[in-house]
């Protein structure tokens, strides 16, 4: 099989969803001829596009000077301007009556709230800015932020932001290890952690975790700590110091910098194929652009909306739409701490009624995990409320999409499935919900401004639903502007593979009305009896028979067909594994699309391991079919006890 041989398509889905000629009327982007007009003005000047949105949306403290100096793969935007994130978000509502308007309402699993008016986070920000500074952050300096999903978290970002320290979150659920990878590779001063949070009823035990990674950080000088769980813990004299104690030392007021668009804003980590995590960077002015009107147009936020992301800020989601898009467009962003099945599996849906939420941005892991627990969950509750729903982070198969339509949206909220990574910093290719007819299980088209394509290896476009690689081909204010410390790899990884464009390492294509379908990443393609096959659909297929609620799809070597398809499947509550079900399941994906697809082997499981974001390891199933065992890193594994089962299974 050559490298340049396409990825086939498999999957067909018809349906066709008009946005609600109701919700339209009301939208930001009210038509498709607006929508149109937006993408036409931003194709014939795309810098002009950029700019004029940069000088109506954000605020500048001086204009920059150059819109985009582009000498690729290294991309600047708003060059010589200053701005500052945390200003934007902010300081420029407190002149007007956002001042008093719910900034953050945040819920802890145990049922505790808090809500934060602008003016207040305006003060927390401000006071913790001079804690770092007073424990000396200077600009530029690297703080690792390991916390639970606390008001803290989003203080402490835009406390950093504020002073133009570059901060590094690292997700709550990660192991002392992976902490110290990451405090190392971006040679952190400050971690800030807090002595636990709460999953699951448990506490998720923060601090011990810390003083193990430290012992093997040198770079780190001092670490504060968030009481949050008041459980005991150890406090080590000189370098450790409470949150609320150091709080009560400083002042609340601290200018917000005047830094340079290009200054570095953060770092987040994300796994590569290869073992060491990829330290994505990103920086200021471009960042905050894209991460603003993505938020303002695909969520369509009004004033008087609760937005509600269910992302951990561990991930790039709750970067770009907890924190930092919603607070610059002065919105109202709900945060909920803990599980979607604590106390009960109606947590979001009893969070969503007692709050009035009005939008839900979540992910078809979640959705599919919802649909295992049953409709009685959602059906128990008033979810009127709501008006629009998002997914992100894999590609929403059809019938959790419409799953999610009835259940959830009662057929009367439009659903925007959103596609873009870690590093694209923001969405990049989404509906409108005002303006684009939507199809279950494509994200549509590209957002204005953003040029996304399907091409073959070899950079050539491919034809209609065709399968090939996702590629853009211009540099957009949001992407990342290196791996931290590897620039080299920078190049290689996204620059490299095909000429001139970036490579997003996505499968997608096309259809016959510029539709994207994404196939899922490019190392998880198939390759049975010469045709190359996108693992997300034939899950699809197998996830629309009425027994399955999960399942996963690898290749193994056979030597007659190159691979053989192994699936992984997890049922339906109450439905049991047997055999006639195994042949039954065969025969449904033959039927759905085509003999080509059939799995060769099917195994049953209780769960599948997952990335803590909810993405499928497939890297890990894939070693289990092959050789019964695990040798690759499995740091970014959610629950051990699911390999290990898969495991035992085996043997
Ligand atoms: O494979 C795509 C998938 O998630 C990858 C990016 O993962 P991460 O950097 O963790 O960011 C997740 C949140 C942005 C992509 O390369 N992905 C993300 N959104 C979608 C998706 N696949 C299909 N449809 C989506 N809407």
């Given at each position: 099989m050559s490298a340049n041989t396409n990825i086939e398509s498999v999957q067909r889905e018809d349906r066709v969803f008009e946005p609600p000629p109701e919700f339209a009327a009301k939208a930001h982007i009210k038509s498709m001829a607006e929508l149109e007009a937006l993408r036409a003005e931003a194709t014939s000047d795309p810098e002009g596009f950029w700019a004029r949105l940069a000088e109506s949306e954000l605020h500048w403290f001086k204009k920059w000077d150059t819109v985009l100096k582009w000498e690729p793969p290294h991309a600047e935007w708003f060059v010589g301007g200053k701005t500052n994130i945390s200003y934007n978000c902010l300081d420029r509502h407190?002149?007007?009556?956002?001042?008093?308007?719910?900034a953050l309402i945040w819920e802890g699993e145990p049922g505790d709230t808090r809500t934060l008016t602008y003016q207040q986070m305006h003060t927390e920000v401000c006071r913790f800015a001079n804690v770092l500074k007073r424990i000396g952050v200077e600009k530029g300096d690297r703080v690792a932020l390991y916390l639970p999903l606390i008001p803290e978290l989003a203080i402490a970002m835009l406390a950093c932001a504020r002073i133009g320290a570059t901060h590094s979150v690292v997700f709550g659920g990660f192991s002392s290890t992976a902490l110290v990878d990451r405090i190392n590779d971006a040679q952190c001063k400050v971690v800030v952690t807090a002595d636990g949070g709460w999953r699951r009823g448990n506490e998720v035990k923060l601090k011990p975790a810390v003083d193990e990674a430290l012992k093997e950080?040198?770079?780190?000088k001092s670490c504060i700590v968030v009481q949050r769980t008041k459980s005991k813990i150890h406090m080590e004299s000189g370098r450790d110091h409470w949150w609320h104690e150091l709080i009560?030392?400083?002042?609340a007021n601290c200018a917000a910098e005047e830094l340079d668009s290009e200054q570095p804003l953060f770092i987040l980590y994300t796994s590569g194929t290869t073992g060491k995590p990829k330290g994505i960077l990103h920086t200021t002015g471009g960042y905050l652009l894209q991460a603003h009107l993505t938020t303002k147009w695909i969520f369509d936020i009004k004033d008087e909306d609760i937005y509600w992301c269910t992302a951990d800020i561990g991930w790039v989601t709750g970067h770009s739409y907890v924190v930092y898009g919603p607070l610059s467009n002065g919105a109202t962003a709900l945060m909920y701490e803990g599980a979607p099945n604590w106390p009960e599996p109606d947590r979001f849906w009893d969070i969503i009624e007692r709050h009035r939420v009005n939008i839900l941005y979540t992910a078809p892991t979640a959705i599919r995990a919802f649909i295992k627990w049953g409709e009685q969950w959602p059906l128990k509750h008033d979810l009127s409320s709501l008006r629009l729903l998002g997914t992100v982070g894999e590609p929403i198969n059809p019938e959790a999409w419409m799953w999610y339509h009835r259940i959830i949206g009662r057929e009367r909220c439009p659903i925007v499935d959103t596609w873009w990574q870690t590093e694209t910093g923001a969405i990049m290719i989404t509906p409108l919900p005002g303006a684009t007819p939507t199809k279950p299980g494509s994200a549509t088209k590209p957002f204005p401004g953003i040029e996304a394509d399907v091409m073959t290896r070899d950079g050539k476009p491919v034809g209609a639903n065709e399968g090939g690689y996702l590629v853009i081909k211009k540099p957009w204010p949001a992407m990342l502007r290196t791996i931290y410390g590897d620039d080299e790899r920078y190049r290689e990884q996204?620059?490299?593979?095909?000429?001139g464009v970036y490579f997003a390492g996505d499968g997608a294509r096309k259809d016959r009305d510029g539709y994207f379908w994404i196939m899922g990443r490019i190392d998880d393609v198939i390759n049975v009896a010469g045709h190359r096959l996108g693992t997300a659909e034939i899950e699809s297929a197998l996830v629309s028979h009425e027994a399955v609620a999960e399942a996963a799809i690898v290749a193994k070597p056979d030597d007659l067909k190159g691979s053989a398809i192994v699936a992984f499947v997890t049922l339906e509550g109450g439905r049991v594994p047997t055999d006639e079900l195994k042949e039954e399941l065969r025969k449904h994906v033959t039927k759905e699309i085509g003999a080509l697809a059939r799995p060769d082997e099917i195994r049953f499981a209780d769960a599948l391991p997952k990335t803590?974001?909810?993405?499928?390891?497939r890297r890990l199933l894939r070693e289990i079919a092959t050789s019964g065992s695990v040798a690759g890193d499995?740091?970014?594994?959610?629950?051990?006890s699911v390999l290990e089962k898969l495991r035992t299974e085996e043997e």
């Open positions: 407190l002149g007007t009556w956002r001042r008093n308007k719910a950080t040198p770079s780190v009560e030392t400083v002042d996204y620059w490299s593979q095909i000429d803590r974001s909810g993405k499928i390891m499995v740091t970014t594994l959610e629950d051990f």
